[in-house]
Nanobody, 125 residues
Framework: QVQLVESGGGLVQPGGSLRLSCEAS????????MGWFRQAPGKEREFVAA????????YYADVAKGRFTISREGEDLTWLLQMRNLKPEDTAVYYC??????????????????WGQGTQVTVSS
Protein backbone atom coordinates (compact mmCIF):
# COMPACT_ATOMS: atom_id res chain seq x y z
CA GLN A 1 0.00 0.00 0.00
CA VAL A 2 1.09 3.53 -0.76
CA GLN A 3 -0.56 6.47 0.91
CA LEU A 4 -0.42 9.81 -0.86
CA VAL A 5 -1.29 13.15 0.69
CA GLU A 6 -1.48 16.34 -1.34
CA SER A 7 -1.11 19.80 0.13
CA GLY A 8 -0.51 23.35 -0.99
CA GLY A 9 -3.78 24.15 -2.67
CA GLY A 10 -5.72 27.31 -1.99
CA LEU A 11 -7.15 30.48 -3.42
CA VAL A 12 -4.91 32.55 -5.65
CA GLN A 13 -5.45 35.48 -7.98
CA PRO A 14 -4.94 35.12 -11.74
CA GLY A 15 -1.26 35.37 -12.53
CA GLY A 16 -0.29 34.04 -9.13
CA SER A 17 1.61 30.94 -8.13
CA LEU A 18 1.11 27.89 -5.98
CA ARG A 19 3.27 24.92 -5.12
CA LEU A 20 1.57 21.62 -4.58
CA SER A 21 3.22 18.82 -2.65
CA CYS A 22 2.52 15.11 -2.67
CA GLU A 23 3.95 13.08 0.18
CA ALA A 24 4.09 9.31 0.00
CA SER A 25 4.21 6.84 2.85
CA UNK A 26 3.89 3.12 3.26
CA UNK A 27 5.42 0.94 0.61
CA UNK A 28 8.52 2.59 -0.82
CA UNK A 29 7.42 4.64 -3.76
CA UNK A 30 10.62 6.47 -4.54
CA UNK A 31 11.39 4.76 -7.82
CA UNK A 32 7.97 4.70 -9.33
CA UNK A 33 6.45 6.96 -11.98
CA MET A 34 4.35 9.74 -10.56
CA GLY A 35 1.77 12.05 -12.03
CA TRP A 36 -0.47 15.02 -11.33
CA PHE A 37 -4.03 15.17 -12.57
CA ARG A 38 -6.87 17.60 -12.01
CA GLN A 39 -10.62 17.52 -12.14
CA ALA A 40 -12.88 20.54 -12.47
CA PRO A 41 -16.60 20.39 -11.62
CA GLY A 42 -18.54 18.63 -14.33
CA LYS A 43 -15.40 17.59 -16.20
CA GLU A 44 -13.38 14.42 -16.48
CA ARG A 45 -10.10 13.96 -14.72
CA GLU A 46 -7.36 15.59 -16.80
CA PHE A 47 -3.67 14.85 -17.04
CA VAL A 48 -1.42 17.72 -15.97
CA ALA A 49 2.16 16.50 -15.60
CA ALA A 50 4.14 13.33 -14.92
CA UNK A 51 7.60 12.26 -13.90
CA UNK A 52 9.51 9.13 -14.82
CA UNK A 53 10.51 6.55 -12.22
CA UNK A 54 13.93 8.12 -11.72
CA UNK A 55 12.57 11.66 -11.69
CA UNK A 56 14.72 12.58 -14.68
CA UNK A 57 12.08 12.81 -17.39
CA UNK A 58 9.11 15.13 -17.01
CA TYR A 59 6.13 15.24 -19.33
CA TYR A 60 3.51 17.98 -19.45
CA ALA A 61 0.06 18.42 -20.86
CA ASP A 62 -0.23 21.35 -23.22
CA VAL A 63 -2.12 23.32 -20.56
CA ALA A 64 0.87 23.01 -18.25
CA LYS A 65 3.78 23.59 -20.59
CA GLY A 66 5.76 26.69 -19.77
CA ARG A 67 3.81 27.35 -16.57
CA PHE A 68 4.07 24.23 -14.40
CA THR A 69 7.12 22.34 -13.23
CA ILE A 70 7.05 18.83 -11.80
CA SER A 71 9.88 17.57 -9.65
CA ARG A 72 10.82 15.24 -6.83
CA GLU A 73 12.34 16.69 -3.73
CA GLY A 74 15.73 15.06 -3.29
CA GLU A 75 15.52 11.51 -2.08
CA ASP A 76 12.37 12.19 -0.09
CA LEU A 77 9.09 10.66 -1.03
CA THR A 78 7.77 14.07 -1.91
CA TRP A 79 6.81 15.28 -5.35
CA LEU A 80 6.14 18.88 -6.21
CA LEU A 81 4.10 20.74 -8.78
CA GLN A 82 5.14 24.35 -9.06
CA MET A 83 2.41 26.31 -10.81
CA ARG A 84 2.98 29.82 -12.14
CA ASN A 85 0.89 32.32 -14.05
CA LEU A 86 -2.26 30.59 -12.91
CA LYS A 87 -5.47 31.17 -14.82
CA PRO A 88 -9.12 30.80 -13.79
CA GLU A 89 -9.36 27.71 -15.97
CA ASP A 90 -6.74 26.04 -13.77
CA THR A 91 -9.35 25.88 -11.01
CA ALA A 92 -9.82 22.22 -10.07
CA VAL A 93 -9.08 19.57 -7.51
CA TYR A 94 -5.52 18.41 -8.08
CA TYR A 95 -4.56 14.79 -7.46
CA CYS A 96 -1.22 13.06 -7.33
CA UNK A 97 -0.85 9.42 -8.30
CA UNK A 98 1.82 6.74 -8.27
CA UNK A 99 2.20 3.81 -10.67
CA UNK A 100 3.73 0.51 -9.60
CA UNK A 101 4.68 -0.55 -13.11
CA UNK A 102 6.28 1.10 -16.09
CA UNK A 103 9.10 3.55 -16.45
CA UNK A 104 7.06 6.63 -17.07
CA UNK A 105 6.26 9.31 -17.52
CA UNK A 106 2.67 8.14 -17.76
CA UNK A 107 -0.29 10.26 -18.80
CA UNK A 108 -3.32 7.98 -18.49
CA UNK A 109 -5.22 7.69 -15.20
CA UNK A 110 -5.64 3.93 -15.66
CA UNK A 111 -1.85 3.52 -15.57
CA UNK A 112 -1.73 4.63 -11.94
CA UNK A 113 -2.37 2.46 -8.92
CA UNK A 114 -2.55 4.84 -5.98
CA TRP A 115 -4.14 8.24 -5.66
CA GLY A 116 -4.20 10.98 -3.10
CA GLN A 117 -7.37 12.59 -1.80
CA GLY A 118 -6.86 15.79 -3.78
CA THR A 119 -6.24 19.42 -2.97
CA GLN A 120 -8.43 22.28 -4.18
CA VAL A 121 -6.90 25.01 -6.32
CA THR A 122 -9.07 28.04 -6.99
CA VAL A 123 -7.89 30.82 -9.26
CA SER A 124 -10.11 33.85 -8.93
CA SER A 125 -9.94 37.58 -8.44
Amino acid sequence: QVQLVESGGGLVQPGGSLRLSCEASGRTARNYPMGWFRQAPGKEREFVAALSWNARTPYYADVAKGRFTISREGEDLTWLLQMRNLKPEDTAVYYCAVALTGWGPLSLPDEYNYWGQGTQVTVSS
